[in-house]
């Protein structure tokens, strides 16, 4: 009897594990020996799109569609739910098709009835399948995943991607809850960026390389080998600076682009390459494979062990920086080099402009005047 594609794609992501070649290497971030401020006064708190989330830490769409595969979104539900982070399902549209399988995904909201859950469809979804995926959870926002690379190395994939943007431009327009549109692991660039916010998008998840390799995986479920593509995509220190780039291209107004959030993710396993994310200018992280492994492996009470630690040297590390909130980190200045500045150069991306930041120093206005 054959194995679920489901229960595939889970196996051989534990499996092959990841590169750890995400780009963060190349982001330095400058100490602050003057900080001004304290461990108490930090907050967590972010806003992605509409919606104020506890903590920028998302654990990130991973699996469901076979029954199997339950147990794996109810102990990742648990997790999310004790550690307070919102929680994405994989795609929902081997529910739509066959409502045996529902269940894998809706135990998600059974362990977390008050937690954030988005739903997730692939970009050949329609308006009336994403209200049901919506339904199914009662998510509060619906990812659509682009996969493109991965579709065409899977032998039962698709091979027709046109009205792609038309479709997802219906579903953001018409759909009553957020919606986030994310790669799945070959990062994104601005000028499809730039397609999406231009239909609507608000919320863009840059899912770079360095994480889960789907062109990997579908090559080692496949009898013929495409491993020369297994290096497909960006890096996500690269895919976050182009989807920047794009966002201050479309902007016309400081309200506008303050509506627009970024999700890095890809290969992200700590806090500091977490950190780095965020001082880039994303909103939130996704986490995926790494929360997986520790999971599969140690148990759901390591995971919250994982979850909290991260939370805690965020912390730590916005405290050290001398910031107080996630949107602080925007201002703090980070030196680009590597590969990453390679790209940059040739890609007329200013990286300067990074280490130029002036949010570094928040020192007080001292009283100079002498005693006598």
């Not at 595969?69 to 399902?89: D, F, K, Q, S, Y």
Request: net charge negative; with cysteine.
């Amino acid at each position: 009897m054959r194995i679920p594609r489901k229960l595939e794609h889970v196996h051989h992501a534990l499996q092959l594990g990841q590169s750890g070649e995400q780009g963060f290497s190349d982001l330095k971030l400058i100490h602050n020996c003057l900080p001004e401020t304290s461990l108490g006064r930090i907050s967590l708190q972010t806003q992605i799109g509409e919606l104020t989330l506890s903590s920028p830490i998302i654990v990130n769409a991973m699996t469901g569609g076979a029954q199997e595969t339950e147990e794996i979104n109810r102990e990742l539900a648990i997790a999310a739910r004790e550690c307070g982070l919102a929680m994405a399902v994989g795609s929902q549209m081997s529910a739509i098709k066959n409502a045996e399988v529902s269940s894998s995904y809706q135990i998600v909201r059974q362990m977390n009835p008050n937690g954030i859950v988005f739903g997730n469809l692939g970009s050949e979804a329609t308006l009336e399948q994403a209200k049901r995926a919506v339904e199914m959870l009662r998510a509060d926002a619906l990812q659509i995943h682009l996969n493109v690379m991965q579709e065409l190395i899977m032998p039962e994939g698709d091979r027709d991607f046109t009205g792609m943007l038309e479709r997802i431009s219906t579903i953001v327009n018409c759909l009553n809850v957020p919606v986030i549109v994310k790669e799945v692991g070959f990062g994104m660039a601005r000028e499809s960026a730039s397609a999406l916010l231009e239909a609507g998008v608000s919320t863009i998840d840059v899912g770079g390389y360095g994480g889960t390799n789907f062109a990997a995986i579908e090559n080692a479920r496949r009898n013929v080998q495409m491993d020369w593509l297994n290096d497909w995509g960006c890096k996500t220190s690269i895919a976050l600076l182009e989807v920047i780039e794009a966002v201050k291209i479309s902007r016309t107004n400081t309200a506008a682009y303050k509506k627009l959030s970024i999700i890095g993710s890809g290969g992200i396993r700590g806090s500091l390459e977490a950190c780095k994310a965020l001082t880039l200018g994303a909103s939130a992280v996704g986490i995926a494979g790494a929360f997986l492994q520790i999971q599969r492996t140690e148990g759901t009470a390591a995971l919250i062990t994982k979850m909290d630690d991260m939370h805690q040297e965020l912390k730590l590390l916005m405290t050290a920086l001398g910031t107080h909130t996630i949107e602080d980190l925007w201002n703090v200045p980070v030196i680009i080099c590597g590969e990453t500045a390679e790209w940059c150069a040739a890609r007329e991306i200013d990286i300067n402009s990074y280490a130029r930041r002036t949010g570094l120093i928040n020192i007080p206005v001292l009283n100079h005047t002498k005693i006598k």
